[in-house]
Each structure stands twice: as C-alpha cells, then as structure tokens.
C-alpha cells in the first residue's frame, strides 16, 4: 500500500518561507503532487513531481527526490491568504490519488 | 458556472437510512472519484471510474456503492448510514492527461 507522511501543523510570518516535508512509503511510485485546501473549500492543484528536482510556480516551488522517498512544497514570501492546508499525493498525474494527512500553515501578520 | 456540482452540499441523516450523494461535471472527463475527508486524515478515496462501463473500489469502499449514469454524472450511495460516516465527501474529476484532478465543492454529511 501507499502511506505519505507531512506535519501536520506550521506557523509562520507575513513574507517568510515555509517548507512542508513529505516522505512516502509506496509499491510503486508514479509521482508526487501538491494540492491546496481553504477552510470550507475544495482542494485545488498546485504542482506535480514525476521526475527529480525543482518545479517552481511563482512563490510556490516543489521538489522530488525519487531515491530518498522524499518531497517537499516551498512557500515563498508567505502572505495571509497562504494560510491553508496542504496535502501531498501520490499518483500518476492527476489520476487515483493517495493523500498525505495534510499540513495546516498558519500565516502571522 | 462550476466545472464540477455536488448535492446537496449539506445533509443530515439517520443511522439505518440509504442515502445518495450526486455528483456531475461539464469539464468532459472520462475520469471521475468519490473520496472521504476526515480530520487530520487527509483525503481517502472510495470508488473510481475512468470511463461509464469501469468502476473500481478504492482504499476505503465498504458501505459505499457507486453508480456511474453517464460520462458527466457519477453518485455514491450509503446503503445505510453509519454515524462513522460523518464526514466532507469530495467528487473530482480528471481528463487522463492533465497533472491536476478537479474537485467539486464537498457534500458534509453527518449521520445521527
């Protein structure tokens, strides 16, 4: 089976950045994405992972390491309307999907 | 208008009682998921349909049935409700050969 570790919980400041770690455990690895999720709302995209590396989005960057079972979402110059939850998933682009237990970022004027 | 529709978007039931949650989408998808949110659980999936004649269980599918109409609409069924299935159901979408899946805005269903 699959399982995808996260925090579950960051604090930050207006204009820091904030890293959200994910390690997964799979049988079978196509790729990693990240989605974000507001309170009361749906999960949207943000970014996906098939290959090793950096894949930036403006102030959002994600990161793949396929040999250490690891990924990470970067959020840059942090603003107030950051503040959600973020969840890591593994999966073939965009089809069946296994979510990590999310991470809430608290965003601090 | 949304891409992809649930109703309702809230409901509340009783244990013992089947139930239906709907979902529909105009974004063209053959590609289509019911999943599960519970806090601090993240997102769960339950059933799966990549096109009208394929339906496939997901992680978490006991309890569930699903029925998939047509190529726009796709609905999970409670057969009967169990109070363990309070939770926010997501429906979302997914064309193949994008990166993203598209979801509805959430069905919040709590069963007394």
């Known amino acids: 089976g699959q399982s995808l570790e996260q925090p579950s919980e960051v604090t930050a400041v207006e204009g820091a950045i904030v890293q959200i770690n994910c390690t997964y455990q799979t049988s079978g690895f196509y790729g990693l994405s990240w989605y974000q999720q507001h309170d009361g709302g749906a999960p949207t995209f943000l970014s996906y992972?098939?290959?090793?590396g950096l894949e930036e989005t403006g102030r959002f960057s994600s990161f793949l390491s396929r040999s250490d079972s690891y990924g990470y979402l970067l959020l840059q110059e942090l603003q107030m309307k950051d503040s959600a939850s973020y969840f890591c998933?593994?999966?073939?682009?965009?089809?069946?999907?296994?979510f990590g237990g999310g991470t809430r970022v608290l965003v601090k004027p | 208008d949304a891409d992809v529709t649930q109703t309702p978007r809230n409901r509340i039931t009783k244990t013992g009682k089947r139930i239906m949650l709907e979902c529909s989408q105009t974004k063209g998808h053959d590609r289509m998921y019911w999943y599960r949110q519970d806090p601090g659980l993240g997102l769960r999936l339950i059933y799966y349909?990549?096109?009208?004649?394929?339906?496939n269980k997901g992680e978490i599918s006991d309890g569930y049935s699903v029925s998939r109409q047509a190529q726009a609409k796709f609905s999970l069924s409670l057969e009967s409700a169990i109070p363990n299935q309070t939770a926010l159901y997501f429906c979302?979408?997914?064309?193949?050969?994008?990166?993203?899946?598209?979801f509805g805005p959430g069905t919040r269903l709590l069963v007394l």
């Open positions: 979302a979408t997914n064309s193949g050969r994008e990166e993203t899946q598209y």
């Open positions: 349909s990549f096109d009208v004649k394929d339906i």
């Open positions: 998933a593994e999966g073939a682009a965009g089809n069946k999907l296994t």
């Open positions: 992972n098939a290959l090793d």
